[in-house]
């Protein structure tokens, strides 16, 4: 396993600056003193690990990256863990999930995989120089951000022979404002066509899913809601969180994992938490149409959005343009969605056992 080289900045934010930017709220907009790097060539394989001062990249303006959009990124947080009264801990939520579906994402976009351990081993090398930046709180945490850009200088299509992996470390609190977040269905927008890159996470699939969310924004909504693109149907996820509806008999459902959405860590948590509760939990074909009935008759009592960014975020009303529907006064997160979000998030801060094996201590 390579060895990180630390390079300390000579100029760390003082940790006054620092306890301020702590204190802001919202998402990705603030950002710790260092990054990791790993650099790749086609002869080298993965070299020159390193912890080192966050600053501006120096990449050729022929790299790929910038005409073709050959990237990848995961996001991942790093929270303060308190298993025990008086205990105080540091601990990653399934980054082991992370690293493996950076490596399909990686496959898809003809990018070199970067080995599991390696990517684990630069979250927490980061982390050892970062933990002073990990937000107190409930809700706030240390977002972190994989990412892989090609590299080199050419213009023909094809993959390129170099790339650089870099972690940054963001100080997050709640990715919503609110307490219940509007949802916008797009009928002029799809977000992946089957065979397309929508199970991975690349950039390129946010980049067209932007006029979408500008649309929802116009709309008067906080999120943009994608449905399938051969039948403008089925539901299939937001523009960055998974979605998930509570029914009257208490089951919940969410759409399948076909090829066309990401394979949400979130997701596949609540569904075996909430298994392990008790409660139904179905991954089956949604159609828009039953939610907006749904919603309106009552077989349809809560929604929610789950995501690493968004954590779990409940639903308050969905608009398209023939109208619009919400649960309750469209703002009071259901019981289910606060069951669910209390045991998930309890499961993270160490309130409750982790019989998964999922809440990694760093
Ligand atoms: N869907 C999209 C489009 C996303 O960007 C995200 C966020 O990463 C998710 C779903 C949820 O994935 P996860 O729970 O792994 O963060
Ligand atoms: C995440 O939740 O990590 C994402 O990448 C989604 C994005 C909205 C920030």
Avoid at 53 to 64: G, L, W
Avoid at 205 to 211: E, I, R, T, W
Avoid at 258 to 271: E, F, V, W
Wanted: net charge neutral; aromatic share 10%.
């Amino acid at each position: 396993m390579a060895l990180f080289k630390i390079e300390r900045t000579s100029s760390p934010t003082p940790a006054e600056a620092r306890r301020r930017l702590l204190g802001l709220p919202g998402f990705g907009q603030v950002f710790t003193d260092h990054m990791a790097l790993i650099s790749y060539s086609d002869d080298q394989g993965w070299h020159d690990a390193k912890i080192t001062a966050r600053r501006p990249f120096q990449v050729d303006p022929a790299s790929p990256v910038f005409h073709y959009g050959q990237e990848i990124f995961e996001g991942l947080k790093a929270y303060h863990h308190a298993p025990r009264e008086g205990e105080k801990g540091v601990a990653l939520f399934r980054p082991d999930a992370n690293a493996r579906r950076f490596k399909a994402s990686a496959r898809r976009l003809a990018m070199p995989e970067l080995p599991e351990e390696l990517f684990l081993q630069a979250l927490e090398e980061l982390l050892k120089v970062e933990k002073d930046w990990i937000p107190e709180g409930e809700g706030h945490s240390l977002y972190l951000r994989p990412f892989m850009i090609s590299d080199g200088a050419f213009l023909g299509v094809k993959p390129a022979n170099n790339y650089v992996f870099c972690v940054l470390a963001s100080p997050a609190g709640s990715y919503f404002s609110k307490g219940a977040v509007s949802v916008w269905v797009s009928e002029n927008y799809t977000r992946a066509a089957p065979g397309g890159t929508g199970e991975a996470k690349c950039g390129g699939n946010y980049a067209g899913s932007l006029v979408a969310q500008q649309e929802a924004k116009r709309q008067g909504c906080d999120q943009v809601l994608f449905l399938d693109s051969a039948n403008r149907r089925y539901v299939e996820e937001m523009g960055g969180m998974n979605v998930m509806f509570v029914h009257r008999d208490g089951h919940v459902s969410t759409p399948p994992l076909n090829g066309t959405i990401l394979r949400g860590i979130t997701r596949d948590s609540l569904l075996r938490l909430g298994r392990e509760m008790g409660i139904e939990m179905r991954e089956e074909p949604v159609d828009i149409e039953e939610v907006f009935a749904g919603a309106r008759s009552g077989e349809i009592v809560e929604a929610f959005a789950c995501g690493t960014a968004a954590a779990l975020s409940p639903i308050g009303s969905f608009r398209r343009p023939g109208g619009e529907v919400k649960f309750g006064d469209g703002n009071t997160p259901g019981p289910v969605t606060l069951k669910l979000r209390e045991k998930l998030t309890g499961l993270q801060r160490g309130r409750y056992p982790d019989p998964f094996g999922w809440v990694q201590p760093v």
